[in-house]
């Protein structure tokens, strides 16, 4: 890079992970004086407006049919471009699982570090980033500098809040460069199905851990969840091992953040708790009452889920109507 690097510029595939960057990035780059600058990319893309109404004062747009897909070498290619134009001194992208392909290879690409899956971001004196990132399993919180410009981050979903919109005038810049054809070329497309998807958005969240002797038990689990319009999750070996569900919570699974996390016959290994560790009240049952859960509860009942379960759900059936 070269010695005129100054400003903020956030990346995100998606949209509304772009936004919470804008609100973190306008706070850095009024802090450094300095311009925000967003990037928005694909086929056909409408939301520079917003961009700018959310606190970029620059949107560099790259639409293009060759880029209606993510593909790491296309992506990657604009956003050089973007950053040979902006010349920033930090660069946010979106630790989406794209964002993660995008943000290593790009900081080499660079010659720079990239500080990943940041959970607050600050500046200093000297315009250097300082991030905060959970190590160890989410059990402590490691606090770093970057002292090499651009400095880069990754920034996980829902860390840093949407702000709100203003009536704002920004520029929007066209890129228009060669894109190169991706090296992997997608054949088929496939939805996920159901099952526990949209975990990380869920104000109220159910949770089955290894204490669920069969799957079919999982029912006692929908039932309490139905009551109270909550998602099911679990921990990883009920998913990845018993493949009783799609996805978990920890570690290497999805992060939540809900109101209420209810977990069920579940231990409260350091994996797991890093998923939780932003839920607001967590209620654990486990018939083990050394069970390691009940350190990160708020309330913990010491009982047999499958007798506590189906007492709980009777009860709040009652109460809720
Ligand atoms: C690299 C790595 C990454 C990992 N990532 C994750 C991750 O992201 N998420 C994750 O969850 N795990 C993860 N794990 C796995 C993790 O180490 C644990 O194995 C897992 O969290 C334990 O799941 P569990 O609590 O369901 O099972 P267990 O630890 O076996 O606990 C079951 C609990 O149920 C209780 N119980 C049993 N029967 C009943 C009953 N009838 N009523 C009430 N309580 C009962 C027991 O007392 C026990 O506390 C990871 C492991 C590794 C090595």
């Given amino acids: 890079m070269t010695m005129a690097e100054e400003g903020v510029l956030v990346f995100s595939e998606d949209e509304e992970i772009t936004l919470q960057l804008l609100g973190k990035g306008r706070e850095l780059a009024d802090k450094l004086d300095a311009e925000l600058s967003a990037l928005s990319v694909g086929e056909g893309v409408e ?29 990657g290619s604009v956003l050089l471009e973007a950053v040979r134009r902006a010349s920033p001194e930090i660069i946010l992208i979106g630790a ?8 290593p290879r790009f900081a ?25 990132r959970l190590t160890y399993g989410g059990s402590s919180i490691a606090t770093e500098v970057s002292h090499k410009k651009p ?32 090296r992997v070329v997608v054949i088929e497309r496939r939805k996920k199905s159901g099952g526990n998807l949209g975990l990380e958005e869920a104000p109220i969240i159910v949770s089955a851990g290894r204490g669920f002797r069969e799957r079919g038990d999982l029912q006692l689990l929908e039932e309490l969840a139905d009551v109270l319009g909550a998602k099911i999750g679990c921990t990883r070996p009920v998913a990845a091992d018993s493949g009783w569900l799609d996805e978990w919570i920890g570690l290497s699974g ?6 209420l996390y209810i977990a069920c016959g579940v231990s409260g290994t350091v994996q797991h708790a890093a998923g939780i560790r932003d839920a607001k009240i967590i209620v654990s049952v486990n018939r083990d009452e050394s ?3 009940f350190q990160l509860s708020d309330y913990g009942v010491v009982a047999d889920l499958y007798q506590f379960l189906p007492a709980l759900t009777k009860a709040l059936k009652q109460k809720l109507g």
Avoid: Q, W
């Fill in 47 to 75: 939301n520079s407006d917003t961009y700018v109404e959310h606190g970029a004062d620059k949107v560099y747009v790259a639409d293009n049919p060759g880029l209606s897909d993510f593909a790491v070498e296309p992506y």
């Fill in 96 to 103: 989406t699982k794209r964002g993660k392909e995008l943000a």
């Fill in 108 to 132: 080499a690409a660079l010659d720079t570090g990239c500080m990943t899956e940041c959970i607050s971001l600050d500046v200093d004196d000297e315009r250097r980033l300082i991030a905060e």
């Fill in 151 to 182: 400095h880069m981050a990754t920034v996980p979903p829902r860390v840093f809040k949407k702000p709100e919109p203003k009536k704002r005038t920004g520029e929007v810049v066209e890129i228009s460069s060669d894109i190169p054809s991706p």
């Fill in 254 to 259: 999805r992060k939540v953040r809900p109101r």
């Fill in 291 to 293: 069970a390691n859960i």
